[in-house]
Each structure stands twice: as structure tokens, then as C-alpha cells.
């Protein structure tokens, strides 16, 4: 699959992966500031923002769509981060493909398989009747009946465009990442560990990396990691915490 992909800077390339619902967009901001020392590469996975639709969504699949681009693109081997379910690719990735990455950086997401936690959200976006609507602002009131949160409201409509006949519709393919929705929420597994330099970056206040996974699951599948916590931010660490996330990822790019 040829993903959609955005490139910026000079120097060591980095690879940089969206969360569940999310887009290359996300990331835009923090990715203009590491611009200025490395080759950063925003990519769209598949199933979301610019990137093909397709029936199959799951990691493995998820991987080897990051691994074609990087062959195509002839990129020296990256270093990757991923957030969330693009943690979970990031991990994935490293696991299958060592020889393919330097370095690895996992944005609040552990290895672990997750219960259902999207109900709420999946189902207000299938409750939009996007065929009736004529503006944002009436999407807005229609998602708003099951998400009361402004902020989670405004990221899933980064996902809203208008289409040729100026309907709207969805970037991602809602359909199919609600019936592969348990493949997100799997567990990251290798009989094999990675053994190059990763660093895990955890919310202070989110539930998602817990004291017993980095003991666990993480430092079993990843020998030489650090977990750096940022006390005041939540699960979108790199939109709450800008500069710390900056300044955990260029020191731990810049160190032998």
C-alpha cells in the first residue's frame, strides 16, 4: 500500500506515526520544530487521512506499509515514533524489521492489549448523518450528543472534508476500523526482543502506560528502554507538551 506522506527537513530521518482517528496533521506542528535537525517524514496509516482504505486493518499489515514506504522512498534507516495505535505499528515494526530502524520512540501506549475504550467515540461518528448535513458547525452538534468533550470533538473533525458534489464525508475508513476495532486494541507480541535504544513517553495523567507494564511486557520486549513520564499531560502528550516532548526526543535522537 502507497501511503500518504509528508516530508520536511534535513539530517537523520525520522518517521513519525498518528493514533486511532487520527492524521498526519497531529503531528504537524512539533514535526516543523524537528524539522530543523532532521528529516521528518508525517505518514498517514493505512485506513486513515490521505492513505488508501482497505478491509484489512491490523499491525502487522500496518508495518509492512511503513516498511514498503521506506523502501520506496530509499530512506537510510529511520528512526521511528508512533503515538497510541501508532505506538503499537512503531513497536510492531521495530519487532519484524530490526535491521530497518535505529532508534524507536513509543508516544503513551504499552504493548499490552487494551479493553474496549471507543464505543462512545465510533458510535457518535456513526451517528452522523453526513448525507444531510450542510455545514461543520452541524456536524458539531450532531457528534456533540455523544462526545461532550470540545477538544476530542475538534480532533475527529480534522476528519471531515468536503467531497466533489460538496457533500462531506470521513478521511478515515470508520466502517472498517470499527470491525477490526479488537485488532487495535491486541497485544504486541515477539518471541525475539528489540535490543536497539527505545525510549517510551507516558502522560502523567493518562491510564495508558501503567508501573506494571513497564516492568513487564515493555522491558521484556524492549532491553535497552528508558520511560520518561511528563507529569502534566494527558494521553496526546505531543499536543499538551510540546516542549518536553521536543526536548525528550532530540536528546534521546542525539545520544550515542
Do not use: C
Not at 535537525?37 to 486493518?57: A, C, E, K, M, T
Not at 510492531?92 to 532508534?103: D, E, F, G
Not at 510540546?242 to 526526543?249: G, N, T
Amino acid at each position: 500500500m502507497k501511503l500518504h506522506y509528508k516530508e520536511m527537513g534535513h539530517g537523520q530521518p525520522l518517521l513519525i506515526l498518528h493514533g486511532l482517528f487520527g492524521t498526519l496533521d497531529n503531528w504537524q506542528t512539533l514535526a516543523k520544530r524537528l524539522a530543523e535537525h532532521y528529516n521528518v517524514f508525517l505518514i498517514d496509516l493505512r485506513n486513515h487521512g490521505r492513505s488508501p482504505h482497505s478491509d484489512q486493518h491490523d499491525y502487522d499489515a500496518m508495518a509492512a506499509d511503513v516498511l514498503e514506504l521506506v523502501d520506496d522512498l530509499q530512506i537510510p534507516t529511520p528512526a521511528i515514533m508512533g503515538h497510541s495505535m501508532g505506538g503499537k505499528v512503531a513497536m510492531n515494526y521495530a519487532l519484524k524489521y530490526p535491521t530497518r530502524i535505529t532508534k524507536l520512540i513509543v508516544v503513551d501506549i504499552a504493548p499490552k492489549a487494551y479493553p474496549p475504550h471507543h464505543d462512545e467515540i465510533i458510535d457518535a461518528l456513526q451517528s452522523v448523518d453526513l448525507s444531510t448535513v450542510t455545514s461543520r458547525g452541524e456536524v458539531d452538534a450532531q457528534l456533540a450528543k455523544g462526545i461532550k468533550e470540545d477538544e476530542v470533538r475538534l480532533f475527529l473533525m480534522k476528519n471531515l472534508y468536503r467531497k466533489d458534489d460538496n457533500t462531506f464525508g470521513w478521511r478515515m475508513n470508520l466502517d472498517v476500523i470499527e470491525k477490526n476495532y479488537e485488532k487495535v486494541a491486541t497485544e504486541i507480541t515477539s518471541e525475539v526482543p528489540f535490543k536497539k535504544h527505545t525510549l517510551f513517553i507516558k502522560g502523567g495523567r493518562s491510564r495508558y502506560i501503567k508501573p506494571e507494564d513497564v516492568y513487564g511486557s515493555i522491558e521484556h520486549l524492549f532491553t535497552l528502554v528508558q520511560v520518561e513520564t511528563i507529569p502534566d499531560a494527558g494521553h496526546w502528550v505531543h499536543a499538551e507538551a510540546p516542549d518536553q516532548v521536543y526536548d525528550l526526543v532530540t536528546t534521546f535522537l542525539s545520544t550515542e
